[in-house]
């Protein structure tokens, strides 16, 4: 029977694991099934007092004056270049290594992407190849703060000054970091987050744009729901549509879970903390895998996943039937991301190759997320560390230590 354990599940041997871990699990208690209980009592589901409690509380939190709850953070994306300013014909510089949800709102802005290759070791957008892509139609640099470790916000701050443009910050992962001792958004002009159940906190699903630009905010209110600015006639409160807006408006139902959510999301960090460490101890020096580097001094990585690189060049498998072998031993693997320049769309749309993003190609093909969050218990973390040194022992090439 010990025997038949070391061999992979895809090769006829038994998981690791008898019940599967997912990648993610959202951080439900009964504090957040009480207050959803309570908003459904209250008879108000829409947009309401529990937004603005919400809205108020995540603001103070990650350093903004203003916050405007919203459906997703894909709409969050897409009203922030808007009150920003992008227009069709404009070039906002992004990163590859993505979520679809960074891009297409440019794309849907008239606007045009523009691709900025990454550091190879924090995955995160290379400022130095930012620099070289800034034109006179750059309006933006759109930053993404990949798996929750903060960008180098200094140098994108400094770029964004120095040629007048409006840094945005993508903090979908990334809500609880910092960068050299300061929140995100208060190095960025206006900043996203993602409250999708695989985020640090949920609420279903939904978004928040934060700023303190109040002119901003206001602008992200009145385009969330409609277009409609409220007038008042003789005495009497009338609306007016005075632009095409949206239905992007958060409600009561989603704000009284992000409440809850928002008491313990320290408390979800330390727990994720503690896996991610775990997860670098045992991973560490392990032949055929890269762990993350260290975050610098006084920045906090978010700990939204946990990314490690295979070295495909000691393995008879490419990394997609790695991350099938984890799947079948019960671990909820995943791949995060296919770099953009590798999509249909964008690879066509933009006629981008893979010898114009070294790094992000190189990562695409290697890269791995194992689960990671609260929730998860240090046993939990072990089965996922002896499923990859299974799959890496079993598949190594000949010859190779």
């Known amino acids: 029977m010990a025997v038949k354990s070391q061999i992979p599940v895809m090769d006829g041997g038994r998981p690791v694991r008898e019940v599967f871990l997912p990648f993610a699990r959202p951080r439900i208690t009964e504090t957040d099934i009480q207050g959803i209980l309570e908003t459904l009592h209250s008879g108000w589901l829409a947009t309401g007092e529990k937004t603005a409690r919400f809205e108020e509380a995540f603001g103070g939190y990650v350093g903004n004056r203003f916050a405007v709850g919203l459906t997703s953070g894909t709409a969050a994306i897409a009203l922030a270049l808007q009150v920003a300013g992008v227009r069709a014909g404009d070039e906002v510089i992004t990163t590859p290594m ?12 008239g606007a045009v992407p523009i691709f900025a290759d990454i550091d190879p070791g924090s995955f995160n957008i290379n400022p130095d190849q930012v620099a070289a892509r800034i034109t ?12 929750g470790r903060p960008c180098e916000m200094g140098i994108l701050r400094h770029l964004a000054n120095s040629h007048d443009l409006v840094l945005i910050s993508d903090a979908a992962h990334a809500i609880e970091a910092r960068y050299d001792g300061r929140k995100l958004a208060e190095w960025s002009d206006i900043s996203t987050f993602s409250f999708h159940p695989n985020k640090n906190i949920t609420t279903g699903e939904g978004g928040m744009l934060t700023t303190n630009r109040q002119a901003w905010a ?58 991610f460490e775990h997860y670098n101890e045992a991973f560490r020096g392990m032949p055929g895998v890269s762990v993350p580097p260290p975050v610098p001094e006084r920045s906090r990585h978010a700990m939204h996943m946990y990314n490690i690189l295979l070295d495909t ?35 066509e749309h933009c006629q981008l190759k893979d010898e114009d993003y070294p790094a992000s190609a190189f990562v695409s093909d290697r890269i791995l997320t194992l689960p990671l969050f609260a929730g998860m218990s240090v046993d939990d973390a072990q089965s996922v560390v002896e499923a990859v040194a299974k799959v890496l022992r079993c598949y190594r090439r000949n010859g190779v230590r």
């Not at 490419?318 to 320049?341: D, K, M, P, Q, T």
């Open 218 to 275: 206001e602008h992200a209110r009145r385009l969330r729901f409609h277009g409609i600015a409220r007038l008042s006639d003789d005495g009497f409160p009338v609306t007016d549509v005075v632009e095409p807006g949206f239905k992007y408006n958060m409600s009561d139902l989603q704000a009284s879970l992000g409440l809850t959510q928002m008491e313990t999301i320290e408390n979800g960090l330390e727990s994720r903390r503690l896996i």
């Open 313 to 347: 060049n000691c393995l008879c498998i490419n990394r997609n039937r790695f991350c099938r072998a984890l799947n079948l031993e019960n671990i909820g693997a995943g791949v995060h991301y296919r770099s953009l320049h590798q999509m249909s769309f964008y690879r």
């Open 98 to 109: 993505t979520f679809a949800a960074t891009a297409a709102p440019i794309v849907h802005a």
């Open 136 to 147: 006179k139609k750059t309006k933006a640099l759109l930053a993404v703060h990949f798996a």
